[in-house]
């Protein structure tokens, strides 16, 4: 398992142990992290599970693919650091991720 965190606006840790290889955004649902919505399920086909990755992770996380790109246009205050948590699919490189849930989704 990979540990994961998801951090919301108030300051609430969800400390997550995830299994590899499934998805931040299918963890988050697992475990009730308010404020990820996941409207379409993961197929990157809206901005709902939208996440800031913390600075330290960015290299590790990889960037956007192009669909993910466009995805994220309608994500609401999206930063360099904006990924879907569909996207990012968990690996024990990850152990120790920390996300950032926005204050609201799009």
């Not at 499934?22 to 086909?45: F, W």
């Not at 960037?63 to 996207?87: G, H, K």
């Not at 991720?97 to 799009?106: K, W």
Request: hydrophobic share 35%; aromatic share 6%.
């Amino acid at each position: 398992m990979t540990k994961i965190t998801f951090v919301t606006q108030d300051g609430t840790r969800y400390d997550i142990d995830a299994a590899d290889g499934t998805t931040a955004m299918e963890n988050a649902v697992r475990n009730d992290v308010p404020g990820i919505e996941a409207e379409c399920g993961g197929a990157c086909a809206c901005a709902t599970c939208h996440v800031y990755v913390d600075e330290a992770w960015r290299e590790k996380t990889g960037e956007p693919e192009p669909m993910e790109e466009d995805m994220l246009d309608f994500a609401y205050e999206m930063r360099p650091n904006s990924r879907l948590s569909c996207q990012i699919k968990i690996r024990p490189e990850l152990d120790g991720l920390v996300l950032t849930v926005p204050e609201r989704q799009a």
